[in-house]
Structure formats: structure tokens, C-alpha cells
């Protein structure tokens, strides 16, 4: 189902430090991301088992995000709309010397009461910007789920498919998918 939202467009914020995420906005990160996750949405964090997940599962890997949220190394990308959460993203500088001067994107999600809204599109023009110019970086990488279409996704939007695992992810037994690896250039 999807939000009635005639002439309203979305507002966009980032976090940068964990004292931005407001109980509200915490809780509706949480059920955004239980909602994605058990939708089929390609944004299973390393701690969860397969879905269906309920917030008890979520809920902890949101309080790490949020804590670990700094001008520098980590920010979470909102939309809403109409005060209600329709998407985010959390951009990540890489910690490591070697490739500190590279950057991040996970947990790519538009709530699915939004779906079809250029919400996740939006969201991810506004990235190369705020990496490059608040945060230092040049260039960004993301790993995309295969068999769903979000390398098309991200190839509208400038990415680079630069390569597959292939079998890596085990969706259920017998689904086995690549791992697309992409990359953008800042």
C-alpha cells in the first residue's frame, strides 16, 4: 500500500552525531528497516538472521548506526514525508589508511508505503555531494544484491559495476545470488 502523499514532496536531513536521531525517528528507522528487510528488501545487516525479523532483532543494529554517527567517519540520509520516515541510507567513510579517502553507501531503503516515489533515487543523488564536499571523499562503494535490479537502479544514477562474487549470497536454500560490487568515482 502507498502513502497518499498528492502534491507533498519529501524532505531530506542528515545525522551526524547520535544526539540528531530523536526517539521518533529511532522507532521509525526500525520498522522502516523491519518492514524493508521482511518485504524482501536487499538490506539484511550481518547481525540478522534471514526474515522474517521483528525490531527485537533491529532494533540493536539501530542503536550502533546512531551511536557510531560522526561529521567525519558516519551519517544517516533521511526522507520523510509528511513527518512520516520514507527512506535512508547511512554513508560511510572507510576506516582503514589505505582507502580512508573512500567512502560507503549501505542500508539503501525506501519504506514500501513509498515505493515507486523516486524516494531511494533522491536520496542517493544527494550522496556524491555530501561525500565529496562535507566529507573529503572521492570515491564510494556499494555491494548491490543480484536477481533484484538494483545495479540497473544504480547505474541510472552513475555507479560502475566494477564486479560479481557470484553465489555469494544465500537468500534461502536453492537461491543463491551475486554480490555486484560498484563504485563511484566523486
Not at 10 to 16: I, N, P, R
Not at 110 to 134: K, Q, S
Not at 163 to 175: E, H, M, N, Q
Request: glycine share 10%; proline share 6%; charged share 25%.
Amino acid at each position: 500500500m502507498k502513502a497518499h502523499v498528492t502534491g507533498t514532496t519529501a524532505e531530506f536531513a542528515q545525522l551526524t552525531r547520535p544526539q540528531d536521531a530523536t526517539a521518533d525517528l529511532r522507532r521509525q528507522l526500525i520498522d522502516c528497516w523491519t518492514t524493508v528487510t521482511n518485504a524482501g528488501g536487499a538490506v539484511i545487516a550481518a547481525s540478522f538472521p534471514l526474515p522474517p525479523v521483528c525490531t527485537r532483532v533491529v532494533e540493536p543494529e539501530v542503536d550502533r548506526l546512531v551511536r557510531e554517527l560522526d561529521p567525519h567517519r558516519g551519517r544517516l540520509l533521511v526522507a520523510t514525508v509528511e513527518g512520516m520516515l520514507a527512506g535512508w541510507l547511512l554513508l560511510r567513510r572507510d576506516q582503514h589508511p589505505l582507502v580512508a579517502h573512500c567512502g560507503v553507501v549501505n542500508h539503501v531503503q525506501t519504506h514500501p508505503r513509498f515505493r515507486g516515489l523516486g524516494i531511494g533515487a533522491a536520496l542517493m543523488r544527494r550522496v556524491p555531494g555530501i561525500a565529496r564536499d562535507e566529507m573529503g571523499l572521492e570515491r564510494l562503494g556499494l555491494t548491490a544484491r543480484g536477481g533484484t535490479g538494483l545495479e540497473v537502479f544504480y547505474r541510472k544514477l552513475g555507479w560502475t559495476e566494477v564486479g560479481r562474487w557470484p553465489g555469494a549470497l544465500r537468500v534461502a536454500p536453492g537461491d543463491d545470488r551475486d554480490e555486484i560490487l560498484m563504485s563511484l568515482s566523486l
